[in-house]
C-alpha cells in the first residue's frame, strides 16, 4: 500500500518559489464535504464525480478534523503514538475524505493545484483522475490540472490518512492533528524565480524568459544571469528596506519584494552586512487554540507584532517551514529567521536510534526532496538567513546528502543543524540548553574537544547559537539576563532561541485550555507542551515580559558617584536617534518630575536632571522610547529602561509603645489585627510546585521531606513590658529537621511590630522552597492592594526583569498569573509597604508579597485553572525569600547563587492600622 512507501510522493510538479502572481487563480479554502473513517482501507469511489455526498458533515478548508468533533486531538513530546517500525504504521489510521466542489471561470484553461499544507499522507483525484500523493505536512504540493479540468462544474477530492511512513519523519512536539490545514488554489502561475541580492547593491537574479525591473532603482529588463551594481539600503531585521520589483514572463508577471543583504562567517562570527549578527530569537510553532496550525495571517501578523514589540528579533521556524505569509511579515517588519526543514525523528532515541530515517538510505529521496521544498520555496526571502536540516533527527548519511544539495542551491546561507555534535554538515555550531557555563566555555573557545582533531578544529572556527534554550515552561525561565550577559560578551557566541514562543493549549470546555491526557490519549506528556513565552490566547506571560528587558537594544547605566547616566547603542545596524529619552523622578512611586534627555545619535554620557533629598524613597527612571510610530508599535513605545536610587534622608524614628485597639492575641497566637480577625501569621517553607520545580526533582524531596505538611509546636509564650516572644518549633513529622522560630511582637508607635528569628536544626542539605509567613484573612476585608515595591509582575529571586520599582495596585484576582497548568505564581518582591484595606504591612526593609483567595495546598492540586475556586479567605503571603526558579523542565536548574538553603535569618515586618 502506498502508505508505506518510502516515495515522498508521486505526480508532483517541480517545487518553486511561493511567488505572487497576476496570473488568474480560484481560491479553494472555505466549506469542503467531510468522511471520517477509523481505517486507511475505504473504497475509493468517493472520488466520482457524481458520487452522493450529501450525507456527510460539512468541514472548512484550512483545518484539523478533530478540532471540528472528527476524532480527538493527541500530544507526545519525543514518543510516537504507534510503534516503531518503519515504514509500517496501525490499521487504525483515521482517514478523512474531504470533497470540494468548484466552478470554472469562464475562459479557463490549463493550470495547477497548488495545496500548502496537509499532515501527513494525501491523495489527490480531480474530476475522479488521480493526480498523485504528496507527504511531507508543512511543505506545499503543486500537481498539473490542466489536462483533467472541465468547463463548470468540477470536483476536487482528497483523501488523508494520519499515519504513513512519512510519519516517522513528523515528531516534532505538537499535537498530533491530522488535516488539510493550509490554503488550497488553483493557479495558472507555474513561473520560477531566485533573486540574489546582496548587501553592496549587486543584483541577478535566475528564471528562464524572464525580465526583471526594479523601477526605484533604475533597473529595466535585466536579464536572467546578468548582474548589476545599484545603490541600495541593505535589509536588516532592525531597517527591513524592501524594493518592489516585478519578473515579466511571457504568461504572467510575478511580484516580489526584494532585500539586499548579505550573510558570512568570518573569523568565527556570524555577520551580516559585514558586521556581527546577535540572534535575540525564539522558536515559534504554529498555534492557535482554537484552530490548531491552521492559523491566519491576522494572527501571524499578531506574532511578528508581539516579538517586535517585546525586542525579539528573530525566529526559528520550529520544526518546520511556517506558511509562506509569515516570512512576508518577517521580510517586510524586520525578523532574521532560521528556517527549518520539515524533518523531527526524536523517538528513535528512546530504542537507539535503531533504524532512524536519517540514516537509511531508503529515506533518501524523502529528506531530500523535503529539503528541496523548503529551500525553493523561501529562497527570495531577505529575512532567512540560515537553513535547518532539520531538529533531533540524529545523525547519519541522509544529512549530508540534504546538506551537499542545499550548498549547490543556495551556498549564500549558511546551514544550520544541532542534532549531529560534530558539524560534519553544518556552518554553525548549535545546541540546546547548555548551562550557562558551558556557553561561556565555548565562547571562550575551551569547550571538550571532539575525538576527530579534523572536525574539532572545523567546530572551533565555527560561530555557536543556542537554537533552544531558557525552556519557558510555567513559571520561568530564569536566567535570561545571565545569558544575555554573555551572548553580548563573546563575539563568537551568536545568541539563540528561547523555547518556544506559545503554550499550545486548545480550548476545552471544562479544563479552559487542554494538554496532553485530556483528550483520553492513553500515550502522552502532559503539559510539556505548554512552554511558551505567551499564554495561548497570545497574552504575554511574565517570561515575555522579562525577555523584552533581557533583550532591550539599549543600555543604561549610572555613575555611582549620581548624576550622570551612560546609554549603549546595542543596535547593530542603526544608531539611537528613531529614539526619545526621558527621565523621570518618583518619590514612593509617585512621578514628581519628567526631563527629556539629549542623548547622541551613537550614545555616550548623559548629564541628569538634579534631585533634592526628601524624607521618602526617590527613584530616577530613564526610557527609552520611539519618537515616532513605526511600522510594528506607536511613537512612545517603551523599548527600554533602567532606574537608580537617589539619595534620601533617614525616616524619622517610630513613636513610643502605645495601646493597638482591635488587636488580640490568644496562647501567643496573633487572632485579631486592628479590629480583623486573622490566623496567623506562621512559618512557611512551602511552595506550590512550579514546573521547573517538578522536572528537577525538587519537588520531590521537598515531598519526602515533608515540606508540605510542616506541623507547629509553641515552646513559650513570654510577655516583657510591651514585647510579646514567642518561641516554636516548626518541622515535618516522621524526620529531625526543624526550624527554631522565635516571634517577638512589639506596640510601636500606634505599629504592631514583629521580628522573627529562625535557625535550622538539622542537617538540610537541599534548598527549601522558601522562607516566609503565611497569614488568612475574612475573603470580603481585601479586594485591591497597593504596594510600594517592584512590580507591577511577579518576580522570583532569578526571573522578574520586567519589575521595576514603583507604586503600583492591583485586585486580588489580578495578582495572580493565570498559568495553564496552576503552581506557584504572583509574588511581589521587594517590597516596602503594602495597603491591603485594613491594614499596611511594612517591611524593614523589603519583603516579598503574594495574596490568594486560595490555599498553596488548593494551588498545588490543581491541574488547570478551572479547578481554583476562590474561598472565603484571602491566603497572604509575607516572604523574606524563594527559591530561584530556573529552566529545569529542560536544561539547568537555578544558578547556585539563586538556590536557597537553611541558615539563620531574621525578618521584621511593621503593621500599621489603615
Known sequence: MELVTFA?????????????????????????????????????????????????????????????????????????PFPVDPPYVPDENPTGDHRRVFDLPEGWSGGRLRFEGADSFARVWLNGHELGFWTGSRLPAEFDAGPWLRPGRNVLAVRVHQWSAASYLEDQDMWWLPGIFRDVTLTRSAADVFVHATHDGRLSFEGPGGRLDLPELGVSG????????????????????????????????????????????EDGVLLANGRPLLLKGVNRHEFDPRRGRAVTRETMREDVLLMKRHNVNAVRTSHYPPHPAFLDLCDELGLWVIDECDLETHGFERIGWRGNPTDDPRYEAALLDRMRRMVERDKNHPSVVMWSLGNEAGVGRNLAVMAGWTRERDPSRPLHY?????????????????????????????????????????????????????????????????????????????????????????????????????????????????????????????????????????????????????VVNGHGFRDLSHLRFTATVEVEGEAVAEHPLEVPPDGGEVRLPGAAAGPRERWLTVRALLATDQPWAPAGHEVAWSQTRLPSEPPAPAGAASDLPGTVFAGGRLTRLFGVEVEGPRLDLWRAPTDNDRYSGL?????????????????????????????????????????????????????????????????????????GFTMTLPGAAVDRITWFGRGPGEAYPDTGLAARVGRWSATVEELQTPYVRPQENGHRAEVRWADLGPFRVSGEPVFGLTARRWSTAELAAARHRPDLTPGDRVHLHL????????????????????????????????????
Open 8 to 80: 515522498p510522493g508521486s505526480g508532483l510538479l517541480a517545487p518553486r518559489a511561493a511567488l505572487r502572481s497576476d496570473a488568474p487563480s480560484l481560491d479553494l479554502n472555505g466549506t469542503w464535504r467531510f468522511r471520517l473513517s477509523p481505517v486507511a482501507d475505504v473504497p475509493e469511489d468517493f472520488a466520482d464525480p457524481g458520487y452522493d455526498d450529501s450525507g456527510w458533515a460539512e468541514l472548512p478548508v484550512p483545518s484539523h478534523w478533530p478540532l471540528h468533533g472528527h476524532g480527538a486531538p493527541a500530544y507526545t513530546n519525543v514518543v510516537y
Open 699 to 771: 519537588e520531590a524531596r521537598w515531598r519526602a521531606l515533608g515540606l508540605h505538611r510542616l506541623t507547629h509546636r509553641t515552646d513559650a509564650v513570654e510577655r516583657d513590658g510591651d514585647t510579646l516572644t514567642v518561641r516554636t518549633r516548626v518541622a515535618p513529622a516522621a524526620g529531625d529537621l526543624g526550624m527554631r522560630a522565635t516571634y517577638r511582637w512589639t506596640a510601636t508607635g500606634g505599629a504592631l511590630l514583629l521580628r522573627v528569628d529562625v535557625e535550622p536544626e538539622g542537617d538540610w542539605s537541599d534548598p527549601i522552597p522558601r522562607l
Open 879 to 914: 516572604d523574606l525569600a524563594h527559591q530561584g526558579i530556573g529552566t529545569a523542565t529542560c536544561g539547568p536548574g537555578p544558578l547556585p547563587r539563586y538556590d536557597l538553603y537553611a541558615g539563620p535569618a531574621t525578618f521584621t515586618l511593621r503593621f500599621t492600622p489603615a
Open 222 to 265: 535585466l536579464e536572467p544571469g546578468v548582474e548589476v551594481r545599484v545603490e541600495a539600503e541593505p535589509w536588516t531585521a532592525e531597517t527591513p528596506r524592501l524594493y518592489d520589483a516585478t519578473v515579466t514572463f511571457p504568461e504572467e508577471t510575478v511580484r516580489l519584494r526584494v532585500g539586499f543583504r548579505t550573510v558570512s562567517i
Open 418 to 566: 544541532e542534532g549531529d555534535r560534530s558539524c560534519a554538515h553544518t556552518d554553525v555550531y548549535s545546541r540546546m540548553y547548555a548551562s550557562h557555563a558551558e556557553v561561556e566555555a565555548i565562547g571562550r573557545g575551551e569547550e571538550d574537544p571532539l575525538d576527530d582533531p579534523e572536525l574539532d578544529a572545523r567546530r572551533r572556527a565555527m560561530p555557536f547559537l543556542q537554537c533552544e534554550y531558557a525552556h519557558a515552561m510555567g513559571n520561568g525561565p530564569g536566567g535570561l539576563a545571565e545569558y544575555q550577559e554573555l551572548f553580548e560578551r563573546y563575539p563568537r557566541l551568536a545568541g539563540g532561541f528561547v523555547w518556544e514562543w506559545i503554550d499550545h493549549g486548545i480550548e476545552h470546555p471544562a479544563h479552559g485550555y487542554a494538554y496532553g491526557g485530556d483528550f483520553g490519549e492513553p500515550l502522552h506528556d502532559g503539559n510539556f507542551v505548554i512552554d511558551g513565552l505567551v499564554f495561548p490566547d497570545r497574552t504575554p506571560s511574565p517570561g515575555l515580559l522579562d525577555l523584552k528587558k533581557a533583550f532591550e537594544p539599549v543600555r543604561i547605566t549610572f555613575a555611582e558617584s549620581g548624576g550622570v547616566a551612560r
